[in-house]
């Protein structure tokens, strides 16, 4: 799904919560395709799109998600939407991104940044969205490969 169709859907967001932002800048030279506040105006869920085959890209999603929340002084939610390819499944994703999520949390000083990073297919996104599952709820992390502090932990 292309960033501009991923925008343009009516996502089903938790109740009280917002979208902040769909592709403007949330922050200095950060511009998410899609930024979502809780009920206390506190970005609590970053998306990405990402139609790329690049790895870097994924990682590149990673960490300017850390820096928004720790220079925030927030925790929050990755949402990563990927077209599958070939040489971009959701599982190899998720191994390649986990080292560095591990790593991230091992070394930085603050208790913020990114508490969890969601991958999942653009199908199954269109499909939850169809469905009017609401994102981060459980129907819609049974769709998505789930990577939070508790499971790299193990």
Known sequence: MKDRDFKALSHVIPEGWRIRTKG???SQGYKPDLSVENSSRKVALI???EINTNRKAF???LFKAERYYDEEK????????LKEQDNTLVDQI???????????KTTRLSRNGVEQVLIITDRDYQESN??????????FKKRC?????KTLND
Do not use: F, M, Q
Request: glycine share 4%.
């Open 145 to 149: 490969k789930v990577l939070a502090e």
């Open 24 to 26: 403007e800048e949330l």
């Open 59 to 61: 990682l590149g999603d």
């Open 74 to 81: 927030l925790k929050g939610t990755l949402l990563i939407v």
């Open 94 to 104: 998720a191994e390649h991104i986990s080292p560095y999520l591990k790593w991230l």
């Open 130 to 139: 169809r469905k009017n599952e609401t994102i981060l709820s459980p129907e």
């Open 47 to 49: 998306c990405e799109c």
